[in-house]
């Protein structure tokens, strides 16, 4: 007999979200619509490649030093110090003090993995760690932590009444969770829901991490997708950072520069200013190089590189700069779009939320029969929670989702 039997191994559910991927691609009806996967689409429902990226993909090309050689394990050099611009700002006195250590990563999934199992492991106590993360919130943040030995807790978030955050509820949570928790703050368009804190809500959250003696762990997916400005977008991070936290941040480059599945992140974990600081960020960088070895030895090369030619290049940069700007401007148009079209329709309900949250995700409130109902009767396909990817949308379908949606909440009230 073997040592693994049916009986040793139990089936795993399905990941949700890509069982409802796998789903959109069997259904055959010739209008579905996939408002799924977080992934932006352009006016005629395709992928986009970014022209910027596309030029820094000739570059390297036509370069004869280019090569398939191993990354050293930290990853790209190049890529790491501009990411770390990127997220911290070019005067970041972080970075001049040199007491922020960088590793790339697979994407902002692994940025996050290898956040996790550090804490996991260096976390000061006997005890089990315990992180909080937000209700709702990307669900991967359950299983990584949850895998890498963590107590998961939920902070309230989201609002279902004002359909905007619970600020008060979620600093009341965050006041009694146990002291030193690792709290997950999503740096900017949040994930599900698109509603940010305010700078002024911020700065509440600074102050009960301060006081709780929390550790923040920024998770920034969608630096310029929420303004279309990159400095904007890192604005909760680098307010953190100049109140003298220690902190960490997961940097992914899939969503701002359209390179899904090319996996290119990175962890940065920033050490409170001090005089035993860069020695810190040092030690710290050699125990992530351990595990960086045995978990992926080095970090895959070929989108670091595209990602470094375009944040190290003046002129590739600010095309950069642009096509960010079309891309969240074409989601800001929708999210208006879809907003006035209820509203003419009359479409039972209020959608100014619809204008007021930011970013790839438009959080609906929808409820499950109502979400189960546009899958079936109308093959639209969105999260269970509610949530739709706006990038899924666009002048060719706009109608008919306004149309399946008016009747679904006219069906099913
Ligand atoms: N964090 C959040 C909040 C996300 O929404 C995502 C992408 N869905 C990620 C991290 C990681 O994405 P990736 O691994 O593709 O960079």
């Given at each position: 007999?073997?040592?693994?039997?049916?009986?040793?191994?139990?089936?795993?559910?399905?990941?949700?979200?890509?069982?409802?991927?796998?789903?959109?691609?069997?259904?055959?009806?010739?209008?579905?619509?996939?408002?799924?996967?977080?992934?932006?689409?352009?006016?005629?429902?395709?992928?986009?490649?970014?022209?910027?990226?596309?030029?820094?993909?000739?570059?390297?090309?036509?370069?004869?030093?280019?090569?398939?050689?191993?990354?050293?394990?930290?990853?790209?050099?190049?890529?790491?110090?501009?990411?770390q611009r990127l997220m911290l700002g070019i005067e970041s006195k972080a970075i001049?003090?040199?007491?922020?250590?960088?590793?790339?990563?697979?994407?902002?999934?692994?940025?996050?993995?290898?956040?996790?199992?550090?804490?996991?492991?260096?976390?000061?106590?006997?005890?089990?760690?315990?992180?909080?993360?937000?209700?709702?919130?990307?669900?991967?943040?359950?299983?990584?932590?949850?895998?890498?030995?963590?107590?998961?807790?939920?902070?309230?978030?989201?609002?279902?009444?004002?359909?905007?955050?619970?600020?008060?509820?979620?600093?009341?949570?965050?006041?009694?969770?146990?002291?030193?928790?690792?709290?997950?703050?999503?740096?900017?368009?949040?994930?599900?829901?698109?509603?940010?804190?305010?700078?002024?809500?911020?700065?509440?959250?600074?102050?009960?991490?301060?006081?709780?003696?929390?550790?923040?762990?920024?998770?920034?997916?969608?630096?310029?997708?929420?303004?279309?400005?990159?400095e904007?977008?890192a604005?909760?991070c680098r307010?953190?950072i100049e109140?003298?936290?220690?902190?960490?941040?997961?940097?992914?480059?899939?969503?701002?520069?359209?390179?899904?599945?090319?996996?290119?992140?990175?962890?940065?974990?920033?050490?409170?200013?001090?005089?035993?600081?860069?020695?810190?960020?040092?030690?710290?960088?050699?125990?992530?190089?351990?595990?960086?070895?045995?978990?992926?030895?080095?970090?895959?090369?070929?989108?670091?590189?595209?990602?470094?030619?375009?944040?190290?290049?003046?002129?590739?940069?600010?095309?950069?700069?642009?096509?960010?700007?079309?891309?969240?401007?074409?989601?800001?148009?929708?999210?208006?779009?879809?907003?006035?079209?209820?509203?003419?329709?009359?479409?039972?309900?209020?959608?100014?939320?619809?204008?007021?949250?930011?970013?790839?995700?438009?959080?609906?409130?929808?409820?499950?029969?109502?979400?189960?109902?546009?899958?079936?009767?109308?093959?639209?396909?969105?999260?269970?929670?509610?949530?739709?990817?706006?990038?899924?949308?666009?002048?060719?379908?706009?109608?008919?989702?306004?149309?399946?949606?008016?009747?679904?909440?006219?069906?099913?009230?």
């Amino acid at each position: 007999m073997g040592s693994f039997t049916l009986a040793t191994v139990p089936v795993a559910t399905e990941d949700p979200l890509y069982r409802l991927m796998r789903e959109y691609r069997e259904d055959s009806h010739e209008k579905k619509i996939d408002l799924g996967i977080g992934a932006y689409r352009d006016e005629d429902g395709k992928p986009w490649v970014l022209p910027v990226v596309k030029r820094a993909e000739d570059l390297l090309r036509e370069n004869p030093q280019s090569n398939h050689e191993y990354l050293p394990i930290r990853g790209l050099d190049t890529f790491l110090s501009a990411a770390q611009r990127l997220m911290l700002g070019i005067e970041s006195k972080a970075i001049c003090d040199n007491r922020v250590c960088s590793f790339q990563t697979v994407s902002g999934t692994g940025a996050v993995h290898l956040g996790a199992t550090f804490i996991s492991r260096f976390h000061s106590g006997n005890v089990q760690p315990t992180v909080f993360i937000s209700d709702p919130t990307w669900p991967n943040h359950h299983q990584i932590f949850t895998q890498t030995g963590f107590v998961v807790e939920k902070y309230p978030y989201y609002s279902a009444t004002s359909k905007g955050l619970n600020v008060e509820d979620m600093l009341q949570c965050l006041r009694t969770a146990p002291r030193g928790s690792t709290v997950i703050l999503q740096g900017c368009a949040h994930n599900p829901t698109g509603i940010d804190p305010s700078q002024e809500e911020w700065k509440r959250i600074t102050e009960v991490v301060r006081e709780r003696e929390h550790f923040p762990f920024f998770d920034c997916a969608y630096q310029g997708f929420a303004s279309g400005d990159l400095e904007q977008d890192a604005w909760a991070c680098r307010y953190f950072i100049e109140q003298g936290f220690e902190c960490c941040i997961a940097q992914s480059f899939a969503k701002n520069l359209g390179l899904y599945g090319e996996r290119v992140g990175a962890f940065h974990f920033i050490c409170a200013p001090g005089s035993d600081a860069s020695e810190l960020a040092e030690r710290i960088g050699s125990q992530l190089a351990i595990m960086q070895r045995a978990e992926i030895s080095n970090p895959p090369a070929y989108g670091a590189q595209i990602a470094s030619a375009v944040l190290n290049d003046n002129e590739l940069f600010s095309q950069w700069q642009s096509e960010l700007k079309i891309m969240s401007g074409r989601l800001t148009g929708i999210r208006q779009e879809i907003k006035s079209q209820l509203e003419v329709r009359g479409t039972p309900g209020n959608w100014g939320f619809l204008s007021t949250q930011v970013g790839m995700f438009s959080y609906t409130g929808l409820s499950r029969r109502q979400i189960l109902e546009l899958k079936e009767k109308w093959h639209i396909y969105m999260t269970e929670n509610g949530r739709i990817s706006v990038a899924g949308l666009n002048p060719g379908n706009l109608q008919y989702f306004i149309d399946a949606v008016d009747d679904v909440l006219r069906a099913l009230p």
